[in-house]
């Protein structure tokens, strides 16, 4: 199914989110994940690889792509399954804002404190928080390994003041402790292949990985096209036609040489 089910659509209006189990197939997933793994693991020797820190030393591998091209990273960015469901969600014509590999490695990758994506994108130049991501998980992820946590239905909260805290954007703590305390903490917890659907102003964080397992997901945000930035502050978020192609079009696209 390409567009939400009535199910998902109440999930995402009242929660804020919502998993579409298996949106990538068993196949899929291995495809992606490996080739993606042996290229990623080969450039964070480099410097093309970002590192984010945590407040205890640890740090996530980040790679993050300004526009979709004909590679595997920038063809599940343009999959049918991914922006179809984001264009229902949204209810505009949309594009993609940004995409982006998330990587904590076994026992090394660190902890994200609580946040909104729209807490960054509303200083980007969006005025409407008429955006979501989808994040597509390529291992298990559970509590041991820092799978996403979210605080259920805080996205009706609206954007809530960030401020900058070791490195990364957090939301002001009197008002994250009012929120943490009124919304229910949900570990999210999935297999290969699910995919987390969220809206831009849902609460959500992770801890760092302490197990000796891979804990890489992929994220695509999208937003509405007459939302696009208003500024040329960043050089990613910027609007580019959408280009949508057929599911699983990217298992026959080879792997960006950067």
Do not use: Q
């Given at each position: 199914m390409l567009v939400p089910s009535k199910a998902e659509m109440r999930a995402y209006e009242v929660d804020g989110y919502f998993v579409r189990k298996g949106l990538?197939?068993?196949?899929?997933v291995a495809d992606?994940?490996?080739s993606s793994r042996r290229q990623l693991e080969e450039e964070s020797k480099g410097d093309s690889v970002m590192r984010k820190g945590d407040s205890s030393g640890k740090s996530t591998l980040l790679k993050l792509w300004n526009s979709a091209g004909d590679d595997k990273y920038g063809m599940l960015?343009?999959?049918?399954?991914?922006?179809?469901?984001?264009?229902?969600?949204?209810?505009?014509d949309i594009y993609l804002y940004s995409h982006k590999m998330t990587m904590k490695q076994p026992r090394e990758g660190g902890a994200w404190e609580w946040h909104q994506d729209f807490g960054y994108w509303y200083n980007n130049g969006c005025l409407s928080p008429e955006m979501l991501s989808i994040y597509v998980s390529?291992?298990?992820?559970?509590?041991?390994n820092g799978c996403l946590q979210v605080l259920k239905g805080s996205h009706m909260l609206g954007r809530l003041n960030h401020v900058r805290e070791d490195g990364q954007t957090n939301v002001e703590k009197p008002y994250l402790k009012?929120?943490?305390?009124?919304?229910?903490?949900?570990?999210?917890?999935?297999?290969?292949?699910?995919?987390?659907?969220?809206?831009?102003?849902?609460l959500h964080r992770s801890d760092?990985?302490?197990?000796?397992?891979?804990?890489?997901g992929y994220?695509?945000?999208?937003?509405?096209?007459?939302?696009?930035?208003f500024v040329q502050a960043r050089d990613y978020g910027h609007y580019q036609e959408l280009k949508t192609v057929p599911a699983g079009s990217f298992m026959s696209a080879a792997v960006a040489a950067e």
């Open positions: 990538l197939s068993p196949e899929e992606f994940r490996d960015a343009r999959d049918e399954r991914m922006v179809r469901l984001s264009e229902a969600l949204i209810g505009e390529l291992d298990p992820a559970n509590k041991e009012a929120a943490v305390d009124r919304f229910e903490h949900v570990y999210v917890e999935m297999e290969a292949g699910d995919a987390l659907v969220f809206h831009c102003n849902l760092a990985n302490n197990s000796d397992t891979y804990r890489w994220i695509c945000s999208y937003n509405a096209v007459h939302n696009a930035p």
